[in-house]
């Protein structure tokens, strides 16, 4: 039988993200299987190996972390299982036989990463490994729940406005880019663009030390002026500019991220997901009915919906406002751009306007159709 499993290395120093990995910590003292959900770009991954590598000597066997991310056969799923844990794959016994054996007897910390592709493959491993296995607890990461009985599932949110600048200015200066105190309310305001997402705000750090600031400066560019000037980028949905069939090296991670929750996506989900990207703001069940159904839609469809992609870590329920949902601006963009190549853009940008018309008027919408 292999070894104790190699530790999970313990991610960069996190940034306000405390609270998530001690919750957790707590979920897993008492739950074999806890999911940790949320947007892509969040930081999932980041949130759940620091916590496993905080937990991995509470295992006699340690922590095992095994990346699904480039896993496209879910049949293969056992295999790269075996794989990790170097248990040769010689054997007459199922795929499934052979990792459960290995694994009855042993006390260890699973890590499966990026679960949302396999999703079933991976609910169906789940059970029967910790079925098997009486000493094997799992930690997943995925977008959305396994859905496995005895889950936990702890949904992470975008980081608090304080926790999120903190981030963009140690990035900025890790890339060579000090951000002084007066420029302060502007990288505030990039960040509450970005929707305070971990990996956007990253992007975005480091976009800002290639904006060549030796040249930029020699014209008379200040620190200040590139940071006004990148916000004015995100204005224009600088992240999504280019067809999201080429997309741009520098967002290649993010724009995957996003076009990978579109293919999870049914072509209902999809096209909702595209509507709903000309709201700029909060909007409730009702106003999506209003200007998104029609009949490709149904108000039923568009009900449906909503409920789906908050599940697929799409929409985001907002927490202050019960009822109330939003696109965040990522997602949002990447919605438009296909809103855009369905040929609906027009259309549903003028239904937008006229239902935040009618609303101002305190009319409804349809009765002003």
Known sequence: ???????????????????????????????????????????????????????????????????????????????TIMATLQVPDRFTRSPLEVLTSQLRDRHLLLVLDTCEHLLGSCAGLAMALLTACPKLQILATSREPLRVPGEAELAIRPLLLRDALALFVQRAGQAGVAVAAQNRATAASICVQLDKLPLAIE???????????????????????????????????????????????????????????????????????????????????????????????SDEVVTAGLSLLTERSVLLADERTPGEYFLPVILRGYGRQMLHRLGEDAEFKERYRRWQDTRRRGRGFRAAN
């Open 1 to 79: 039988m292999p070894g104790p499993a190699s530790p999970v290395s313990h991610p960069p120093e996190l940034i306000g993200r405390a609270a998530e990995m001690a919750a957790v910590r707590r979920l897993l003292d008492s739950r074999r299987l806890v999911t940790v959900t949320g947007l892509p770009g969040v930081g999932k991954t980041a949130v759940s190996m620091a916590a496993a590598a905080a937990a991995a000597g509470n295992f006699a066997d340690g922590a095992l972390l095994v990346r699904l991310d480039t896993l496209r056969d879910e049949t293969l799923l056992p295999h």
């Open 203 to 297: 992007l975005a750090a480091g976009e800002l030390a290639r904006n060549e600031a030796a040249r930029n400066e020699a014209a008379g560019r200040t620190p200040a002026d590139r940071l006004a000037d990148l916000l004015s980028h995100l204005e224009a949905d600088y992240d999504f500019a280019h067809d999201p069939g080429q997309p741009a090296a520098r967002h290649q991670t993010l724009r995957a991220a996003i076009g990978w929750s579109h293919e999870l996506c049914t072509p209902a989900e999809r096209l909702l997901w595209a509507r709903l990207s000309v709201f700029a703001g909060p909007f409730r069940l009702p106003d999506a009915q209003d200007v998104c159904t029609t009949s490709q839609l």
